[in-house]
């Protein structure tokens, strides 16, 4: 098993340095490396993983004894969903980068028409393999399951890579940073070495279509890049799994499901978070967009940070003092998913926490007594506390038996009772009713029967009102029944883990969808450089925006366990 691990390791790792290799020649020496060479060479290495992962779905899984056990721990459902999502996304980034390379064929390679669409053979077969198949504790062909598993994990990491680095994409949106500088300063556009690229003599027709096709592929661009990351934390698993056999006592025999029971202030604080910082990214996206881009704009969404990360930070410190309260046992036995967890959370907080000290270093060194600059120093202080605590707060939390699920179907039980006593009545009325239409009635009173069906309507809708309002009463009390059942320490364990679940996707939703001030203020650019700035936001940005998913993940977690 260890040579397995070792052999398989060493080939990831010469796959990931010779993608390296040409991925940083590309960069530095464009002239002798060109996008296209490391597209052809991504695309060798996804045919590889495509036949693979056709070998393994057709064959290796389908040999007896191939899989006896299986990880309830690995790939739980908002994993596999967010592969679901993330996958479907990046297939419509590559469909609008085939539209946009057809309607500029005239300068562009054919290369970039052949390599999204193997790209999204690959993450369809990619897509469909983890779906199905992320819990599997394989036990036949070790060795050459491992080699696959790690050189599909290398070939993600590598697009991971080009998608940080590529140039095309930094050419948009250097353009734009240009334009909203311009609009600012007045300043003439500076040069730089990325813009001697000869897409930009590639221009996109005055066209709609184009444009869509433009504007659509800058939009969905982060998710390819999480698209990468999740695969790879999915199919490590899969590699620590490889002939594993887990004994009865790894088996939970209670599995804690999701249900919205005994949260009232988390969600309502989470929903009035997510809304303001729906309201403010808006405004931030037309004003950094337009002509009228403003430093208010900047102290307005710096504002938005300040106010809601000591909450976030509060509730986690909160959380993890309960945590060192309750009498929850520590879970022991050996888990390589909630390893990997730990890992990635503080791994990928590594990329805002070092974005934030640089930012700190250049407000402390020029002018920290400015408004705008004290608001960015107070929101880069703000975030590594922040994601320290949130940290300690998910990790702890993943390390904590769940909770016995107490008997709470009792408070559903007279529910029926009456669905079926309001039943009874009704059929009554209706067999009474028919019996006086059968029996012959004098012609006189023909009016006053009318007069009776009405009234008979009216109560019948009266009634029913009065049954849909003692239903929804009903549903009130159990709710709250359930929610008061829940011993403090539980109540406010799930309020702080939905309230954080809730701050931590729309902290996703702004930076993904464009929001990107630390581009735009131009403080740490003209502090550190161009290229150093770019460079460090490049390799940090992504790894935020990675952790902000991967935390949604974590605390759905602590809220299903306790």
Known sequence: QKAGRLFSGLLAMNVVFLGSAFISSMIFNHVAITLADVWILLSILKVLCLCWLIYYLLGTSRQPHAVLYRDSHAG???????????????????????????????????VEIVFPSIEILFICTQAFFLWHHSKDCVQVQHNFTRCGLMLTIATNLLLWLLAVTNDTIHVEMESQLREV????????????????????????????????????????????????????????????????????????????????????????????????????????????????????????????????LPLMSMGAVIGTIIHALEKRELDTLKNPTRSLDAILLMGAALGQIGMSYFSIVAIVATDPRDLLNSLILSQSVLLIFQNITQNVFIIDGLHRQPFVAATEARHTGHAGQHAVASELPGEEETTTSSKQEHTPMPPGKEEEMKEEEIREAHDQRSVSMLELGQEIRKVSISYIQSYSHLSWKRRVLREISFFLVLCNIILWVMPTFGAHPVFENGLEKSFYGYSTWFAIVNFGLPLAVFYRMHSVGGLLEVYVTA
């Not at 994993?79 to 946009?100: D, E, H, K, M």
């Not at 002509?291 to 969404?301: E, G, I, K, L, N």
């Open 76 to 110: 739980p459902i908002w994993i596999r969903g967010s592969v679901l999502l993330f996958g479907s996304f990046s297939i419509l980034l590559n469909v609008f980068q085939i539209g946009y390379s057809a309607i500029l064929i005239q300068c562009k390679s054919r």
């Open 181 to 308: 500088e311009q609009r600012l300063s007045g300043k003439a556009p500076f040069s730089h070495p990325c813009l001697s690229n000869d897409t930009t003599s590639c221009t996109c027709p005055n066209t709609t279509l184009c444009k869509v096709f433009q504007k659509g592929y800058i939009l969905l661009y982060p998710f390819n890049t999480e698209f990468c990351l999740v695969c790879c934390s999915v199919l490590y698993v899969m590699w620590k799994n490889v002939g594993r056999r887990i004994s009865h006592h790894h088996v939970p025999h209670i599995k804690p499901k999701f249900k919205l029971q005994g949260v009232v202030f988390g969600p309502l604080l989470g929903v009035i978070a997510i809304i303001s910082g729906i309201c403010v990214f808006m405004v931030y996206q037309v004003q950094a967009t337009g002509s009228t881009a403003s430093r208010q704009v900047f102290v307005m969404y710096y504002s938005y940070y300040v106010v809601l």
